[in-house]
């Protein structure tokens, strides 16, 4: 399972994803949305000068708790920049 965490603000985002191709496919949707509108607006009250760096964090579900298997630092979006880590 697949998840969206946005690092700088250790903030999961809503949504689990069944495989990266799908987690990847809604930061495609989100790098579409301009920086200062939901969900890429930060939640901090230094919003205007801050961004988010959206992570993918793939989980084994089969235990509890979760044990996560890896993590992927994917795209920041910023007042500054829209800036892709790694390709898909």
Not at 40 to 46: L, V
Not at 65 to 85: F, V
Request: hydrophobic share 30%; charged share 35%; proline share 6%.
């Amino acid at each position: 399972m697949f998840i969206i965490e946005d690092e700088s603000h250790a903030e999961p985002q809503n949504g689990e994803f069944q495989t990266f191709e799908d987690v990847f496919s809604e930061l495609e949707r989100r790098a579409k949305i301009p920086w200062d509108e939901i969900p890429n607006r930060c939640p901090c009250t230094n919003w205007k000068d801050c961004g988010r760096n959206y992570q993918i964090i793939e989980y084994d579900t089969t235990q509890t708790p979760w044990k996560e298997l890896q993590r992927k630092d994917i795209l920041t979006i910023s007042a500054k920049e829209i800036k892709w880590t790694t390709d898909k």
